[in-house]
Nanobody
Framework: QVQLVESGGGSVRAGDSLRLSCAAS????????IYWFRQAPEREREFVAK?????????????SLADSVKGRFTISRDNAKNTVYLEMNSLKVEDTASYYC?????????????WGQGTQVTVSP
């Protein structure tokens, strides 16, 4: 089992950047794929990004981004710190949402097993 805590949300202007963090408890963090989802008011939750169990930058781990954030968002993980990051650049008003990280042993889970409480991102014009 893993517990997840998101941080780094806030209120910014369009074009600004934010970095969200997802800190996980448990010794088996590196066995979980980590996902980011977001949900805006009156909209369904949508997939944002995911990363496989390996550090993407150094071990050839897999990652995937939603088309709406490609070129602007980057996902990475540091297994030594039990943390996954979502670097968000060139933020748009439509990126406003609550952002949730989630974990699952599968890289292709449609509904990951474990979820954090979320962090709010608000982007103003």
């Amino acid at each position: 089992q893993v517990q997840l805590v998101e941080s780094g949300g806030g209120s910014v202007r369009a074009g600004d950047s934010l970095r969200l963090s997802c800190a996980a408890s448990g010794r088996t963090f590196n066995t979980y794929a980590i996902y980011w989802f977001r949900q805006a008011p009156e909209r369904e939750r949508e997939f944002v990004a995911k990363i496989s169990t390996s550090d993407a930058r150094w071990s050839g781990g897999r990652f995937s981004l939603a088309d709406s954030v490609k070129g602007r968002f980057t996902i990475s993980r540091d297994n030594a710190k039990n943390t996954v990051y979502l670097e968000m650049n060139s933020l748009k008003v439509e990126d406003t949402a609550s952002y949730y990280c989630a974990a699952d042993s599968s890289f292709v889970a449609s509904r990951p097993a474990y979820w954090g409480q979320g962090t709010q991102v608000t982007v103003s014009p």
